[in-house]
């Protein structure tokens, strides 16, 4: 096996010798050993991509319904999407999102966005509405004003 005392030499040094590493490696034999890296080297690459949805989504995650979300656009429960949020042991592997359930995730949040976009939409859209927020921030809102502004006269 190429390597091999290289290999071994590294996992020692570094102070977190894999026995179960160093076992093949020193029965030689190479296809455990190829396999045992390969599922180690999934798991690092797992435990990396949970990380970065966790980062891209830290702003957010304190005011989302993360149940909402799960329900609305996965048709899961709320423990299936934090297990993939987290990155938990689900019968024995680490859950993360899939490429296909990461574009499920993104167009959830962005028909999330379009929503709370109208939503603004409409609020700023009612009728008097940055008349009278102006008028409240400067403190100018009167009976007058407000008659004023809707063409009536309070009390009539």
């Keep these: 096996m190429e390597n091999t005392e290289m290999l071994k030499r590294l996992l020692q040094d570094s102070g977190k010798g894999d026995s179960k590493l160093l076992k093949y490696i020193e029965e030689g034999n190479e296809e455990d050993v190829q396999k045992l890296i390969a599922k180690r080297l999934v798991g690092a690459i797992t435990a990396l991509e949970v990380l970065e949805v966790k980062e891209a989504l830290s702003e957010i995650l304190p005011f989302i319904s993360q149940a909402y979300i799960a329900k609305t656009y996965f048709k899961?429960?709320?423990?299936?999407f934090t297990q993939r949020l987290n990155g938990n042991?689900?019968?024995g592997v680490?859950?993360?999102f899939d490429s296909e359930?990461?574009?499920v995730l993104i167009d959830a949040l962005k028909d999330m966005r379009n929503k709370?976009?109208?939503a603004i939409d409409g609020l700023e859209s009612i009728k008097g509405f940055d008349v009278?927020?102006?008028a409240v921030m400067d403190g100018s809102l009167t009976p007058d004003t407000l008659a004023e502004y809707y063409g009536a006269e309070i009390g009539e």
Excluded: G
Excluded at 76 to 80: I, T
């Design 94 to 96: 680490k859950a993360s």
């Design 101 to 103: 359930s990461l574009l």
């Design 116 to 118: 709370m976009s109208s």
């Design 132 to 134: 009278t927020a102006q």
């Design 89 to 91: 042991e689900v019968f």
């Design 76 to 80: 899961k429960s709320r423990a299936w």
